[in-house]
């Protein structure tokens, strides 16, 4: 493979190249993660390039042409250059609520005001709505289906309905089963909203989104208000 052509070409250019896999030490491999990083390769690719070297040793051990792997000193490298995650903010989201039908505008709306992820929002049901209280439950449960539902951490919630939320739910035709659904009256697919979202990003020249944004959008918001 490509990267053990890498390793190849970084042993012969050593001063003192190792003419057998035995010689081939900690310290070399060390020094090869220096050399793929000076060449402005990304952590994860000389990773990459350490795991496929391992696995050649281990070979070499296993059909005995080597006793103990180098590796076993030898660490990866730590992976920590995360993203930030992406959020919306208020202007863009009013833009992409523009774009939308009415259907998808409320779920978009809900997401975006309520930080609720995409599975609690497909499988809420009435029962879980109390508009007196303004209040959203999260909860596991046995859906009107029959079919039992368990919130992603397992923990039940409460989420408080803002002005926005409360009216969106409140002019819905009130029932036994979803509180969303799709044209069809059945429970909602996350294809079909999230190409018709996805596409009024594109229109709008906005990057980087997709529905999950909303959560990250709402977490944000709230931390900018205090």
Same mark, same amino acid.
């Given at each position: #493979?490509?990267?053990? #052509?890498?390793?190849?070409?970084? *042993?012969?250019?050593?001063?003192? $190249?190792?003419?057998? *896999?035995?010689?081939? #030490?900690?310290? !070399?491999?060390?020094?090869?993660?220096?050399?793929?990083?000076?060449?402005?390769?990304?952590?994860?690719?000389?990773?990459?390039?350490?795991?496929?070297?391992?696995?050649?040793?281990?070979?070499?051990?296993?059909?005995?042409? +080597?006793?103990?792997?180098?590796?076993?000193?030898? &660490?990866?490298?730590?992976?920590?250059?995360?993203?930030? $995650?992406?959020f919306l903010t208020k202007e863009e989201l009013q833009k992409i609520y523009s774009q939308l039908r009415d259907e998808?505008?409320?779920?978009?709306?809900?997401? =975006?005001?309520?930080?609720?992820?995409?599975?609690?929002?497909?499988?809420?049901?009435?029962?879980? !709505?109390?508009?007196?209280?303004?209040?959203?439950?999260?909860?596991?449960?046995?859906?009107?289906?029959?079919?039992?539902?368990?919130?992603? #951490?397992?923990?039940?919630?409460?989420?408080?309905?803002?002005?926005?939320?409360?009216?969106?739910?409140?002019?819905?035709?009130?029932?036994?089963?979803?509180?969303?659904?799709?044209?069809?009256?059945?429970? +909602?697919?996350?294809?079909?909203?999230?190409?018709?979202?996805? &596409?009024?990003?594109?229109?709008?020249?906005?990057?980087?989104?997709?529905?999950?944004?909303?959560?990250?959008?709402?977490?944000?918001?709230?931390?900018? =208000?205090?």
């Amino acid at each position: #493979t490509k990267s053990l #052509t890498y390793f190849t070409e970084f *042993l012969n250019s050593l001063p003192d $190249p190792p003419v057998y *896999l035995s010689e081939i #030490t900690p310290s !070399i491999l060390e020094e090869f993660k220096l050399h793929r990083l000076r060449q402005g390769k990304k952590k994860k690719t000389v990773n990459n390039d350490l795991s496929t070297i391992r696995r050649f040793l281990n070979l070499a051990i296993k059909r005995g042409y +080597l006793d103990v792997s180098p590796f076993q000193k030898v &660490e990866m490298l730590k992976l920590t250059d995360r993203k930030i $995650p992406r959020f919306l903010t208020k202007e863009e989201l009013q833009k992409i609520y523009s774009q939308l039908r009415d259907e998808d505008r409320d779920i978009v709306q809900v997401l =975006a005001n309520t930080g609720m992820r995409w599975g609690e929002l497909r499988h809420l049901e009435w029962s879980d !709505i109390d508009l007196e209280k303004r209040v959203i439950k999260i909860r596991k449960k046995v859906l009107h289906t029959g079919r039992q539902w368990l919130p992603k #951490t397992g923990q039940d919630r409460d989420i408080p309905m803002n002005d926005t939320v409360y009216d969106i739910i409140s002019k819905r035709k009130k029932g036994k089963g979803f509180v969303f659904t799709s044209d069809q009256g059945n429970m +909602l697919h996350m294809n079909h909203v999230r190409e018709r979202f996805q &596409e009024a990003c594109r229109k709008l020249g906005i990057e980087n989104v997709t529905l999950h944004t909303l959560r990250h959008t709402f977490c944000s918001h709230l931390v900018m =208000a205090g």
